[in-house]
C-alpha cells in the first residue's frame, strides 16, 4: 500500500522559531491533508492541497503541495506554546478514479515549543 | 469539539475479553472512519461505512467488526482481546464518502488490555 515518509519525528524549538517539516511519497498523489494533533484530542485539519505546485497558508501556517506530487511541505512561522503537538501529513486514497475517504497517515512530527 | 462524540473516553479490560466503542458522527454525516492509534503502528485506518453499509476496510483485524446503524452512530466491535490492542481509537465522520471531504475526529477512546 501507500507510505507516506514523514520528517522529522521530532522537534524541539524556543518559541518564536520557524518550523519546516515535510512528507515524501512513492506514489503520486491528487490530495495532501496536514493534519495537527493536540496532547488527548483527535486530529483536526490544518491545511489541504489539491494542486501540484500549490502553495496554501492558514494563519502562521503555510503548506505547499510539491511539483513532483510525491512531496509536502508545513511551516510553521513564529512558533508559540501552543503549537505544541503532532503534526502529520496524510493522503486519502484513491484507486483508479474512484474515491475513497480513508486516510493514510504519515509518522507523524512531535513539535515541543519551549517558552 | 469537533461535533464527534465517542463512548468511553478510557476502558480497561483483560485479555480474552470484548468489548463496544460508540461513536456519533456530527450532525448530517453520513460516513464515518474508524482508525487505530498505537505507537509501533500510527495512527491506522481500520474499517468506513457510508449511510449504513461498509464502505471501505483496511488494516482491520477479524476480531474486530463495526457497524453504522439507521441513525448513523456506529460501534467498533474488539473480541477476544490481545495485549497488543491497547491504542487509541478514534472515529471520524464526514458529509459523504469521497477524497476531498472533510474527515472530523472524535475524541477517541483510549483501550487498555491488562
Known amino acids: 500500500g501507500q507510505q507516506l515518509n514523514q520528517s522529522p519525528q521530532s522537534m524541539f524549538i524556543q518559541e518564536g522559531e520557524d518550523v519546516s517539516m515535510n512528507c515524501t511519497s512513492s506514489?503520486?498523489?491528487?490530495?495532501w491533508l496536514w493534519y495537527k494533533q493536540d496532547p488527548g484530542e483527535g486530529p483536526v485539519l490544518l491545511i489541504a492541497?489539491?494542486?501540484?505546485?500549490e502553495l496554501t497558508s492558514n494563519g502562521r501556517l503555510t503548506a505547499q503541495f510539491g511539483i513532483t506530487r510525491k512531496d509536502s511541505f508545513l511551516n510553521i512561522s513564529a512558533s508559540i506554546p501552543s503549537d505544541v503537538g503532532i503534526y502529520f501529513c496524510?493522503?486519502?486514497?484513491?484507486?483508479?478514479?474512484?474515491?475513497?475517504?480513508?486516510?493514510?497517515f504519515g509518522q507523524g512530527t512531535i513539535l515541543t515549543v519551549h517558552p | 469539539d469537533s461535533g464527534v462524540t465517542q463512548t468511553p473516553k478510557h476502558l480497561i479490560t483483560a485479555t480474552g475479553q470484548r468489548v463496544t466503542l460508540r461513536c456519533s458522527p456530527r450532525?448530517?454525516?453520513?460516513?464515518v472512519y474508524w482508525y487505530q492509534q498505537s505507537l509501533d503502528q500510527g495512527l491506522q485506518f481500520l474499517i468506513q461505512?457510508?449511510?449504513?453499509?461498509?464502505?471501505a476496510k483496511g488494516n482491520i483485524l477479524e476480531r474486530f467488526s463495526a457497524q453504522q446503524f439507521p441513525d448513523l452512530h456506529s460501534e467498533l466491535n474488539l473480541s477476544s482481546l490481545e495485549l497488543g490492542d491497547s491504542a487509541l481509537y478514534f472515529c471520524?465522520?464526514?458529509?459523504?464518502?469521497?477524497?476531498?471531504?472533510?474527515?472530523?475526529f472524535g475524541p477517541g477512546t483510549r483501550l487498555t488490555v491488562l
Open positions: 496524510a493522503e486519502p486514497n484513491s484507486t483508479r478514479g474512484t474515491s475513497y475517504g480513508k486516510l493514510t
Open positions: 492541497l489539491y494542486k501540484a505546485g
Open positions: 450532525s448530517g454525516d453520513l460516513s
Open positions: 506514489s503520486i498523489f491528487n490530495t
Open positions: 471520524a465522520s464526514s458529509v459523504v464518502k469521497g477524497e476531498t471531504d472533510t474527515q472530523y
Open positions: 461505512y457510508y449511510n449504513g453499509e461498509e464502505r
